[in-house]
């Protein structure tokens, strides 16, 4: 009798299923990518299906792959935000350049642990090149390194802890309970919440927060941070860090870096910028030289997922010393101690993850395939379209300006609308198609928001969206 022969991993995809899969994953590519403009922005969700979903218990069979593909068609898909839509201007939300998700497939076919160098050689050197370039973009030195994080708001916090042990070489003992003046640390009233996470999560606590007003173009007021610095070291207590933003997210306004990055330097201070939004617009020719004052900066949070347009996760943090993101990161262990190598870095040395994905690739792959021009050119017509989009409102009676337009953050209101009509007319330009805005709320005034962080987006879709706009804020 034959043997019978050996069974396979019950988790391998036989020829014909990885035929099929081929096939239904190109066709997806595809035709997702080719009809986006005629997709809803915001899908009128299917309930019914998605309770559904969650109510399914997993078969015991599997449905195989085109099983699983139906599920997308049927199911996953059309309850999906079209989030690379190019009227989709809410929030700070790009959409995916064109290798990303095949970078990503390749990411996970090759599936690298970016923890140390052994078990990823080329992602390693990959992701350190990576952090180089974008540390470059602010010459941050030979002595700059960085990370790729989930996103800016992991970078933000990973820039704090590397201040609190910087400030404090106690800290990795006894943290933030060794008795001493309590940290405070500085951001501005239009920081992004991920400052105040950051010190929740760290231990500073909010009330070690010291959120400093800005001025009329809601950049951060210098003379009340000095003001505040001193008012806590009256008091006992330590100032440590101050967050500044390179491109606040409801306006964005840029902080008077080079000021601040003085003030820090006399009184001793770590500046991290948040850039999250912001910083990359160092690649555009109209910004380049206003955001260059981040290189003052000891660490910048950046997200190639907004102004790079990788698919989402990546964000990055970049350091002026690498020494001192290794020292708040580094714990030696014995089971995974690997031989040295000049070219190799082993991640997991400056950042709080162990296991990490190849996320350098998509972010690397992007560069490469299209070239940095590509991003220069995109950059710049953000900026560009929202320059427009800016003018259009001015010029339109029945719509005011609320904020100079220092990026791509366009904030108007209907002076003749009341806040909860505004409420209203954001649901309805979503409900007919128009465009999804967010909501903004700008010295203490409530109003709607479109963000150009989409390089889909086109003249026509700007001026669809004033036109609509001036149109319902008229009595
Ligand atoms: C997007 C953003 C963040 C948060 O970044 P995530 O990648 O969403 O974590 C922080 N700050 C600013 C200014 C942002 O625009």
Redesign the pocket.
């Known amino acids: 009798m034959e043997p019978a022969p050996t069974p396979a991993s019950a988790l391998v995809l036989d020829p014909a299923s990885r035929a099929k899969a081929s096939e239904l994953l190109g066709r997806f590519l595809d035709d997702y990518e080719l009809s986006l403009a005629q997709r809803a922005i915001v899908p009128d969700v299917d309930r019914a299906a998605l309770a559904q979903l969650l109510a399914e218990p997993f078969p015991d069979r599997g449905v195989g792959v085109e099983g699983f593909f139906a599920d997308l068609d049927e199911r996953i898909l059309p309850n999906s935000t079209t989030i690379a839509h190019p009227r989709f201007l809410a929030y700070?939300q790009g959409p995916p350049n064109g290798i990303g998700a095949y970078a990503e497939a390749i990411a996970a076919t090759l599936n690298q642990n970016c923890n140390f160098w052994q078990l990823s050689p080329a992602a390693s050197v990959i992701e350190r090149a990576v952090v180089h370039w974008l540390a470059g973009l602010f010459d941050l030195g030979d002595d700059a390194g960085g990370i790729l994080t989930s996103?800016?708001?992991?970078a933000?916090k990973d820039a704090i802890t590397v201040a609190l042990a910087d400030r404090r070489p106690e800290y990795r003992e006894r943290g933030l309970q060794a008795g001493l003046a309590p940290l405070v640390l500085y951001t501005s009233e239009e920081a992004?919440r991920?400052v105040d996470k950051a010190a929740a999560i760290l231990g500073i606590g909010l009330d070690n927060v010291r959120r400093i007003p800005t001025d009329e173009a809601f950049r951060m007021r210098l003379d009340l941070l000095a003001d505040a610095i001193a008012a806590d070291r009256a008091s006992g207590r330590e100032p440590f860090c101050v967050v500044a933003?390179s491109?606040?997210?409801t306006s964005g306004s840029i902080d008077p870096i080079t000021e601040i990055a003085d003030l820090c330097e006399a009184e001793g201070l770590w500046l991290h910028v948040?850039g999250?939004?912001g910083a990359l617009f160092v690649l555009a020719d109209s910004t380049r030289a206003t955001l260059a004052q981040c290189s003052r900066a000891d660490s910048i949070?950046l997200?190639p997922?907004?102004m790079l347009f990788a698919p989402i996760e990546a964000?990055a943090l970049v350091v002026r010393d690498a020494a001192k993101l290794r020292a708040a990161f580094a714990f030696s262990s014995s089971y995974l101690t690997v031989e040295e190598d000049d070219l190799m870095v082993d991640f997991m040395d400056y950042g709080p993850q162990l296991s990490r994905g190849f996320k350098a690739l998509k972010v690397w792959a992007a560069l490469r395939t299209f070239g940095v021009d590509a991003f220069r050119t995109t950059a710049q017509r953000c900026l560009d379209l929202a320059a427009h989009m800016g003018d259009r409102v001015e010029t339109e009676p029945s719509l005011e300006l609320m904020n100079p337009v220092t990026l791509t953050a366009v904030c108007l209101r209907m002076p003749r609308r009341s806040d909860a009509e505004h409420t209203e007319i954001l649901a309805q330009l979503q409900a007919e198609g128009t465009a999804l805005l967010g909501p903004a709320r700008l010295a203490g005034r409530a109003g709607i928001r479109a963000c150009v962080t989409n390089h889909r987006t086109t003249y026509e879709d700007i001026d669809q969206i004033v036109d609509r706009l001036a149109e319902l804020a008229k009595p």
Do not use: F, I, L, N
Not at 151 to 154: D, V
């Open positions: 700070v996103g800016g708001s992991a933000t992004h991920c933003t491109g606040t997210v948040d999250a939004y949070a997200d997922h907004k964000g």
